[in-house]
């Protein structure tokens, strides 16, 4: 099994709609999560950072953590074309968990496109 | 602040050549690394350096060599190129609290295509 698993996609969507990204991991020691957002042709930006369980917003995103299922998501609401990218998550165990210098691990992307 | 800078952008590499991909950052962040990402494959990360002078493999180094003589520049060599190497190379730099809190800034990237 792989430490972090994400759907690839591709995702299309309706302007307007509400899309939901998802992420599955297997190391318990995980408890830094991130998504990062990466436009074609570009490095990744950083969207949202959670540490441990729970919700974060800001705007129309929101980041969830469910730790005891080993599973993040992120919501994006009344999704608009410029949203379309392709979505990473990310995660990190502190090294006093078991977590290496430098390894800040990625899923795969899922790549979003909003139709107009 | 430029934030992450790489140089070049783009470039075609014949097998068996040689470069160095050029990487500066301006935050004054102690940790930099380089990855490569290949269509669908995620981003994997080749090297990383914890401060000027300290440098270590990440999971796919082979192929690769970096130093980090100033707390800016982590430049990444290539030696005898192969047409594995095609790919997107990111660096990115971070800042780390004590409690391993960590966001990682990514430069624009160099798209590396080898024939």
């Known amino acids: 099994q792989k430490e972090v698993e994400q759907d690839p996609g591709p995702l299309s969507v309706p302007e307007g709609a509400i899309v939901s990204l998802n992420c599955t991991y297997s190391?318990?020691?995980?408890?830094?999560f991130m998504w990062y957002r990466q436009y074609s042709r570009k490095g990744p930006e950083l969207l949202m950072y959670?540490?441990?369980?729970g919700n974060k917003e800001d705007g129309r995103f929101t980041a969830q953590v469910d730790k005891s299922s080993k599973y993040i998501s992120l919501f994006i609401r009344d999704s608009q074309p410029s949203d379309s990218a392709t979505y990473l998550c990310?995660?990190?165990?502190?090294?006093?968990?078991?977590?290496?210098?430098?390894?800040?691990?990625f899923g795969k992307g899922t790549k979003l496109s909003v139709k107009p | 602040n430029a934030g992450v800078t790489q140089t070049p952008k783009f470039r075609i590499l014949k097998i068996g050549q040689s470069m160095t991909l050029q990487c500066t950052q301006d935050?004054?962040?102690?940790?930099m690394y380089w990855y490569r990402q290949d269509p669908g494959m995620g981003l994997k990360l080749i090297y990383y350096?914890?401060?000027?002078?300290?440098?270590d493999k990440g999971e796919v180094p082979n192929g690769y060599n970096v130093s980090r003589s100033t707390t800016e520049d982590f430049p990444l060599r290539l030696e005898l190129a192969a047409p594995s190497q095609t790919s997107v190379y990111f660096c990115?730099?971070?800042?780390?609290?004590?409690?391993?809190?960590?966001?990682?800034?990514f430069g624009p990237g160099t798209r590396l295509l080898v024939l």
């Open positions: 990115a730099s971070s800042y780390r609290t004590s409690g391993g809190q960590e966001t990682q800034y």
């Open positions: 190391n318990s020691a995980f408890q830094y």
């Open positions: 959670t540490y441990s369980s």
């Open positions: 990310a995660m990190t165990a502190p090294p006093i968990y078991g977590g290496s210098q430098g390894n800040l691990i």
């Open positions: 935050m004054n962040h102690n940790y």
């Open positions: 350096s914890v401060g000027a002078g300290i440098t």
